[in-house]
């Protein structure tokens, strides 16, 4: 996002780019996906022309919302997962079953025998 610091983790937003190179990122903030949107949206996406591969974008319609309303960001802290890349998929699964209360022992078993399995197949 592009964005001016308000305060603590706050920033108000101006401007939003769907996954940016690196040239083209304003800042190291980046969309996650959860929002809370004032329900103009729905006007707007009914007028968005289809933008990166022929689909509508949300950001393109957000984009727009900002320029007509107050819109603000919050700046998490943590590991962020690139669910929509297979490996970033799986890293994410496999981290958060290992870090949940009756799941990480049960499925750590299960990955060591799949690694040992693994092993024996090289």
């Given at each position: 996002i592009k964005g001016m610091h308000i305060e603590d983790r706050i920033y108000k937003v101006r401007d939003?780019?769907?996954?940016?190179?690196?040239?083209?990122?304003?800042?190291?903030?980046?969309?996650?996906?959860?929002?809370?949107?004032?329900?103009?949206?729905?006007?707007?996406?009914?007028?968005?022309?289809?933008?990166?591969?022929?689909?509508?974008?949300?950001?393109?319609?957000?984009?727009?919302?900002a320029q007509k309303e107050a819109m603000y960001a919050y700046n998490f802290e943590g590991r962020r997962y690139d669910v929509g890349d297979k490996l970033g998929f799986l890293e994410a699964t496999v981290e958060f079953a290992l870090k949940r209360e009756g799941l990480r022992d049960e499925f750590l078993e299960y990955l060591k025998n799949i690694l040992a399995k693994e092993d024996k197949d090289i």
């Open positions: 939003l780019i769907e996954k940016p190179s690196i040239d083209e990122a304003p800042s190291n903030i980046a969309i996650l996906g959860r929002y809370i949107i004032s329900p103009r949206i729905f006007d707007i996406l009914e007028h968005t022309a289809p933008g990166k591969g022929g689909e509508i974008q949300l950001t393109d319609a957000l984009k727009e919302l």
